[in-house]
């Protein structure tokens, strides 16, 4: 029923010259288009009814993803909900759950994931963003929709020990986001 519901709603309300405005445009998504995706509720589709959000599964969230990538939905869902809002549930406070969950629930506030630093996959070796004293300090690139998230979970090294317990995931709210270096 979900995967029928989201199935028509993009059919009609994303066909490819929706797409194609987009990509020959200076904007860099649909917003109005996110607008209407939000009042859905399938920003929060994995968020729970604690958070505002609607408390369904990962199951569900794929369902919604597939149909999002059947369209080419010009949105920044991936990087909103799949990245920003699994960070805040995996390893974020309670403060930040409720916080920023219940915004990302309804898109009034856009997330990110910054994790790369240049074309090398990233790893704890090879992470070199760091987070001390309540600073970061660094590069991230590429950041998807970075140029327009309101925030960003960083991945960065907050600790000179080897390995993955010397990472942590920050937020960042500095404007534009893909510039962490505060040079």
Same mark, same amino acid.
């Given at each position: ?73 010009? =949105?920044?869902? %991936?990087? /909103?909900?799949?990245? &920003?809002? $699994?960070?805040? !549930? ?6 930040? *759950? ?54 960003? =979970?960083?991945? %960065?090294? /907050?600790?000179?020990? &080897?390995? $993955?317990?010397? !990472? ?6 500095? *404007? ?8």
């Amino acid at each position: 029923m979900l995967r029928d519901q989201a199935r028509k709603f993009l059919t009609e309300k994303c066909p490819p010259k929706t797409v194609r405005k987009v990509l020959e445009s200076d904007g860099q998504y649909d917003k109005a288009l996110w607008k209407q995706i939000a009042e859905m509720g399938w920003l929060g589709t994995a968020i729970p009814e604690q958070y505002e959000g609607l408390g369904l599964g990962h199951l569900e969230l794929c369902v919604i993803a597939e149909e999002m990538g059947r369209v080419l939905a010009p =949105v920044p869902f %991936a990087s /909103s909900v799949y990245l &920003a809002t $699994e960070a805040i !549930l995996l390893a974020g406070s309670e403060e930040q *759950k409720k916080k920023y969950l219940p915004k990302l629930a309804v898109g009034e506030i856009i997330g990110t994931f910054a994790i790369a630093e240049g074309p090398q996959p990233p790893s704890p070796k090879t992470i070199k963003a760091t987070f001390r004293g309540g600073k970061l300090d660094g590069v991230k690139s590429p950041v998807t929709d970075g140029e327009i998230a309101d925030f960003a =979970v960083v991945l %960065a090294r /907050s600790s000179d020990t &080897a390995g $993955e317990r010397s !990472l942590s995931l920050p937020l960042s709210t500095s *404007k534009p986001p893909v510039s962490l270096a505060a040079r």
